[in-house]
């Protein structure tokens, strides 16, 4: 039985590779960290009375799917610290029930093959220095 009062000592799994698997338990969660050859935690799964939260670090990360990959949250924040690309062999769909906000230093809109639609509800409004039509 657990020990609600103080930490337990760790318990480790030893693995493949020279890698461990080592559970340690506190009084508000367990945590099952799967750690390198070189001593670094690369995986972490936190057991909390909220449920689990998983933390994976390395140099590099791929998730990878044959079928669809769906990804469910009140909320979804992606950060790049030096670039982004979204790219799909098909159409991209995005929508919004609330406003569409998009800035970037420069935006560039092109259709590389058929037209570019622009359709409002009210009206469209364009603002700049200069309107360049058909330069």
Do not use: F, Y
Not at 5 to 17: C, E, H, I, K, M
Request: aromatic share 0%.
């Amino acid at each position: 039985m657990k020990n609600d009062s103080q930490t337990q000592n760790p318990q480790t799994v030893a693995l493949v590779a020279n890698q461990q698997l080592m559970i340690e338990r506190k009084p508000d969660r367990d945590t099952l960290n799967l750690i390198s050859s070189d001593g670094q935690i690369s995986l972490s799964i936190h057991v909390t009375p909220d449920g689990p939260v998983v933390q994976v670090k390395g140099a590099s990360l791929a998730i990878q799917a044959e079928g669809r990959l769906a990804i469910d949250a009140e909320t979804v924040d992606i950060r790049a610290r030096e670039g982004m690309a979204l790219s799909s062999g098909g159409d991209v769909l995005v929508q919004a029930k609330g406003d569409l906000h998009s800035t970037a230093r420069t935006q560039n809109i092109t259709a590389e093959l058929g037209d570019a639609n622009v359709k409002a509800n009210d009206d469209v409004k364009l603002d700049g220095e200069r309107i360049r039509m058909n330069c």
